[in-house]
C-alpha cells in the first residue's frame, strides 16, 4: 500500500512539473525521458542515464552539465525551452524514477572488473575508447563494450599504448635505486589493475628525498599519466575528512606534495581511504537523512622528511627514497616532458603487457614473506615469475622497506623509543610487570621534557592503550609486547634472541 501511495506521488509530481514546463496540457515530455536515456542507479546511490552514441557504452550522472544539455535538447524537439527551475524540476523527476525501478548497476571509474577476469580501462577520450587487459592479452576496444565509466569535469585522456612495449624506457624518468625501482614498477602495474571494488586494498606509495629529487615531476610527468591522467595534477593535503573524501570519489590515484606532518585523525582516513571505507555526516537541511561520501583511492604522499609517525599506517605504505639528481643530470621541464611524451606509448604498452603477464601467473605465485597488504605481496610474487627472479626476491625487498618504515615510525614516538631501550637493556629474556610497574620503570630513564609533551601516557591506563597499537610495529623489530589477565594485569616486554 506505501508502495502504491509513492508511485502515485511521484506521477502527481510528474505530471505537475510537466504542466508546469509545457504551460498547457501533459506533454510527453519529460514521461519519456526514462525510457529514453536508460536511467539506472550505480552501485553508490547516484542515479545515471545510459549514454549510446559513441561506440561503447558510458554514462552521466543525472543533474550533471553533460546530461542537463541532452535533456534540453530532447525539449527542444518536444517544442519546449526549458529555464532553470524546469530544468531543477525534471532532475528530480528523472531520480525519483531511478530509485523506483529499482534497476542497480556497476559504475566505474577510470579501471573495472571484467566478469570474465582481468580489468578494463577508460582513455578518457572522446571516442571513449577502453583497453581490455587480461590474463596475457592487451586489446583496444572502440565498440560493443558494456562496461560502465562515469567521468569527471578533471578528467583526463591517457595516451594509447603502441603495438609494442618497452617498460625499459621508463628507467631514465624515475631516479631511483635498482631494487626500489622494481618496487616502484610492482605499485604501478597493481595500482592500476585494481579497480576501486571492496577487495581492493591500495597500497600507500610514499615518496622522500632532498629538494629537486623530482619528487612532484615523478608524480605529474610518470604516476599520474600512467594511471589517471587528470587536469588537477599534484595537489596540498586536505585540511579536512570531507575535502579528502570528494577528492577520492573522483579519482583513481590522487598525489600530494610536501607532505611535512598530519594529525592522527588524518592518518586513520587514510588507512580508511586506501583500504575502503565511507564518510558519513547529515544531510544538508534535513534532522536525519545521513550523508554518506565512500573514500577509496591509491594515494601518493611525497615529501622531504619522514612523516609516518603512526605504526598502522606504516604497515599501509610503500616507501621509496629518490636519489639525488646532480646538476650534470638535471634537465629542463620542456625538454623531460617532450622525451617522456615520444617514449610514452612504448612504455604504456609495456606495463600493460606486465599486468597482462603477471595476471597470467598469479594462480601459481608463491607467497613466502606475507605482509598486512597480503594481495600486493601476492602480485610481486607472481611478477618474480614474470621477471625470472627466484621466488621470494621483490617479497624480501618490500618486507625490508615495511621494516624501515615501521622503525622510522616508532622513532617518532617517544614512548616506543623507551620501550625498545628497555627491552634491549634486560640481561634477562624478558621484562615481566604490572601497567603501574612499567609506568614507572619508563619515568625513570624520562625527561622532563618526554614526560611533559603531550605523547607521554599520563598514568597506567593510558600507558596500555597506547601501547597496544605499537604491538605489530614492535614485532617487526624483534620485540614482542603481550597483555594478559590473572590475578592481576601483567604486561611482557621480550627482545627476540635474547
Not at 284 to 297: E, G, I, K, R, Y
Request: with cysteine; charged share 20%.
Amino acid at each position: 500500500m506505501e508502495n502504491e501511495i509513492t508511485d502515485s506521488i511521484v506521477v502527481e509530481q510528474a505530471t505537475e512539473i510537466t504542466e508546469k514546463v509545457s504551460n498547457t496540457k501533459p506533454h510527453t515530455f519529460p514521461f519519456n525521458l526514462p525510457k529514453i536515456l536508460n536511467i539506472f542507479v550505480g552501485q553508490n546511490g547516484v542515479a545515471y542515464a545510459m549514454i549510446s552514441t559513441a561506440g561503447n557504452l558510458y554514462v552521466l550522472a543525472i543533474g550533471s552539465r553533460q546530461l542537463n544539455n541532452i535533456i534540453r535538447e530532447h525539449a527542444l524537439k518536444a517544442g519546449l525551452i526549458l529555464r532553470k527551475k524546469d530544468l531543477y524540476d525534471v532532475n528530480e523527476y528523472l531520480m525519483a524514477e531511478a530509485e523506483i525501478s529499482g534497476v542497480i548497476k556497476n559504475v566505474y571509474y577510470r579501471v573495472a572488473n571484467l566478469p570474465d577476469g582481468g580489468i578494463e580501462v577508460d582513455v578518457g577520450d572522446m571516442a571513449h575508447t577502453r583497453v581490455r587487459i587480461q590474463a596475457g592479452h592487451v586489446e583496444i576496444i572502440t565498440n560493443g563494450s558494456e562496461t560502465l565509466f562515469f567521468r569527471t569535469k578533471a578528467t583526463g585522456e591517457m595516451v594509447l599504448p603502441a603495438e609494442t612495449g618497452d617498460l625499459n624506457l621508463l628507467k631514465k624518468y624515475v631516479n631511483l635505486h635498482p631494487a626500489a625501482y622494481m618496487l616502484f614498477i610492482a605499485w604501478l602495474s597493481y595500482t592500476l589493475a585494481h579497480p576501486k571494488v571492496k577487495t581492493s586494498k591500495y597500497v600507500i606509495l610514499v615518496l622522500t628525498g632532498n629538494q629537486g629529487a623530482g619528487k612532484s615531476s615523478l608524480c605529474n610527468n610518470v604516476i599520474l599519466k600512467l594511471i589517471d591522467p587528470n587536469n588537477v595534477g599534484v595537489q596540498i593535503m586536505p585540511g579536512n575528512p570531507k575535502d579528502l573524501a570528494i577528492a577520492a570519489q573522483n579519482n583513481h590515484v590522487l598525489c600530494y606534495d610536501n607532505v611535512r606532518e598530519f594529525k592522527s585523525q588524518m592518518s586513520d582516513l587514510l588507512c580508511i581511504a586506501a583500504t575502503g571505507g565511507a564518510l558519513t555526516s547529515r544531510q544538508l537541511f534535513t534532522d536525519s537523512d545521513q550523508q554518506v561520501l565512500f573514500m577509496h583511492v591509491a594515494l601518493v604522499l611525497n615529501g622531504i622528511h619522514s612523516f609516518i609517525e603512526q605504526p598502522d599506517l606504516a604497515q599501509r605504505c610503500l616507501t621509496l627514497e629518490m636519489l639525488p639528481i646532480s646538476n650534470f643530470e638535471r634537465k629542463s621541464e620542456l625538454a623531460l616532458t617532450e622525451a617522456l611524451n615520444h617514449d610514452l606509448p612504448f612504455i604504456v604498452r609495456g606495463l600493460y603487457d606486465l599486468i597482462a603477464n603477471i595476471l597470467t601467473q598469479l594462480p601459481n605465485a608463491v607467497i613466502t614473506n606475507p605482509e598486512r597488504m597480503i594481495d600486493f605481496v601476492q602480485w610481486l610474487a607472481a611478477m618474480e615469475i614474470v621477471m625470472n627472479a627466484p621466488a621470494g626476491t621483490f617479497q624480501g625487498v618490500y618486507s625490508d622497506s615495511l621494516q624501515q618504515g615501521q622503525l622510522e615510525s616508532l622513532l617518532e614516538s617517544s614512548l616506543a623509543v623507551a620501550v625498545m631501550d628497555l627491552a634491549k637493556a634486560q640481561s634477562d629474556s624478558q621484562w615481566v610487570g604490572t601497567p603501574a610497574e612499567l609506568f614507572s620503570e619508563l619515568n625513570l630513564h624520562a625527561s622532563k621534557e618526554t614526560k611533559r609533551s603531550r605523547e607521554w601516557p599520563a598514568n597506567p591506563i593510558a600507558l596500555s592503550k597506547r601501547l597496544r597499537p605499537m604491538q605489530a610495529s614492535l614485532m617487526t623489530q624483534g620485540i614482542t609486547l603481550q597483555f594478559s589477565r590473572g590475578k592481576q594485569r601483567t604486561i611482557t616486554i621480550k627482545l627476540e634472541g635474547n
